[in-house]
């Protein structure tokens, strides 16, 4: 799934489960996006085709959406 936007409501639960637990956030964020996270030390995020996008570490949210190039929309992403 290759998506280029997302709702502002999806964006905030991003945030939230950034904060809150890893899993959670790395499964919202595949869900939503389609940037799958990797293990490493830390994690590696690919968007949907595979391409690399960023690590985990001191990479927000806001930074991986830029990255995959993936808009930040009021209602109505799907």
Do not use: H, R, W
Request: glycine share 6%; hydrophobic share 35%.
């Amino acid at each position: 799934m290759m998506v280029d936007k997302i709702t502002k409501e999806q964006l905030e639960d991003l945030e939230i489960a950034e904060f809150l637990d890893t899993n959670d956030f790395n499964s919202l964020l595949e869900k939503y996006t389609g940037i799958k996270a990797k293990p490493y030390t830390g994690y590696q995020y690919f968007d949907a085709a595979g391409d690399y996008l960023a690590d985990s570490d001191n990479t927000s949210v806001e930074e991986l959406l830029k990255l995959a190039d993936i808009k930040v929309v009021d209602g109505g992403a799907e």
